[in-house]
């Protein structure tokens, strides 16, 4: 079935200006946490390292070139590392503003905004559960706090995802276009899924081959582009299972039921109800090959380096905001029976359990309690 909550057709002029105001103070909120660290947490650093290389000697860029390429410009060419500091946590406070406020409006389209907009601040720190150590790496978090390319390219993805639902492919090409070039690996998991879901969908047809034209060729001339530049400069992509994870966890099982503890048990309990939410199986299916990516794959020599994880964390996050938006459709469904108020109840404890490890951690590091090197 298809949800069973509709749209409302109302006005939606107030309600997005209440989401861009809460985005703006979310925004305001992760600069300030993000202005704070960013020259010694090392992903950071690395980046502002190449814009200044960049600046200083015409080094080249990365091939994901958006987020050096935003320090360069908003710095007006600067040198000057407290200045690329300060555009540095703009650039990624600004980039959680515009993925909250998203994440509100597609939320609006089931609930009313104060629920919506509470719910993206929920889903907004997400992270696993309790979390011992090394947060980021070992894990599978829907929250990232240290690596600002895949923090940018999170509004694009979820513009992406949102459009590649609705079937507008030429604004499919243009977000999958501005994410390869800001972080390629969402875009690495969810082409080869979303190209099977439109065959299935369209049956090889010609229309299917004129639709997929319009996203796919843009994507596949960027990664060949990309994959060019690379070569030669990078170590070989290995198959190694569970060779980078065995490197940060060892402690893998439950490592897996603390990053999907609410997600899972969500469509454990309510499958019969969700077998047919295309969007969400769709957000499932990619992060099952970003987890393909993030268990097998490593790269020859730079395991450590854990390149092919990236693409989980926005998959994790849209599986989040999508059950999310579920949610309503299940309550209000009468054939769910008297277990639904027990199972919400559990349900409801996990969700907190996640968002208050996200929340902690992000604060407990903006106020100098958490070690960098576990985030």
């Not at 704070?36 to 814009?51: H, M």
């Not at 970003?290 to 794959?297: D, E, K, L, P, R």
């Amino acid at each position: 079935m298809e949800s069973p909550v509709t749209t409302r057709k109302s006005d939606r002029g107030p309600d997005i200006v209440a989401i861009a105001f809460c985005g703006f103070l979310v925004g305001i909120i992760f600069f300030l946490v993000f202005a704070s660290y960013t020259l010694v947490a090392s992903d950071f650093r690395f980046y502002v390292n190449n814009a200044l290389a960049y600046i200083n000697d015409g080094a080249p860029l990365q091939p994901h070139f958006m987020y050096a390429s935003l320090l360069i410009l908003l710095s007006d060419f600067s040198s000057d590392p407290e200045r690329l500091r300060i555009v540095s946590g703009f650039v990624a406070g600004a980039a959680f503003a515009l993925k909250f406020s998203l994440s509100a409006y597609i939320l609006r389209s089931e609930y009313t905004t104060q629920w919506a907009l509470l719910l993206a601040f929920i889903i907004l720190f997400c992270a696993p559960i309790m979390p011992a150590d090394q947060l980021f790496i070992g894990y599978v978090s829907g929250l990232n706090l240290h690596n600002p390319t895949t923090i940018t390219a999170l509004p694009f993805i979820v513009v992406l995802f949102y459009f590649s639902l609705k079937e507008r492919y030429w604004l499919v090409a243009l977000f999958a276009v501005l994410t390869l070039v800001t972080k390629p690996n969402y875009v690495l998991a969810w082409a080869p899924v979303y190209f099977i879901y439109q065959a299935s969908k369209y049956r090889l047809s010609v229309e299917f081959i004129k639709k997929t034209v319009k996203w796919a060729l843009p994507v596949l001339g960027i990664l060949v582009l990309q994959y060019i530049y690379i070569s030669g400069s990078r170590g070989l992509i290995i198959i190694e299972p569970f060779k980078v994870w065995a490197m940060w966890r060892n402690d893998i099982p439950l490592v897996v039921l603390q990053s999907f503890a609410f997600p899972v048990l969500f469509v454990a309990i309510f499958f019969r109800q969700l077998k047919n939410e295309r969007d969400l199986w769709l957000a499932w299916c990619v992060l099952g090959v970003a987890m393909v990516h993030y268990t097998m794959m490593a790269e020859a020599g730079a395991a450590h380096h854990a390149n092919w994880t990236w693409g989980a964390i926005p998959a994790m996050y849209l599986v989040f905001l999508y059950s999310a938006l579920k949610l309503k459709g299940i309550w209000q469904d009468a054939a769910v029976g008297r277990f639904k108020k027990p199972a919400f109840a559990i349900l409801a404890i996990l969700l907190a359990f996640h968002f208050w490890s996200g929340f902690y951690i992000t604060f407990s590091m903006a106020w100098g309690l958490t070690a960098l090197d576990r985030i």
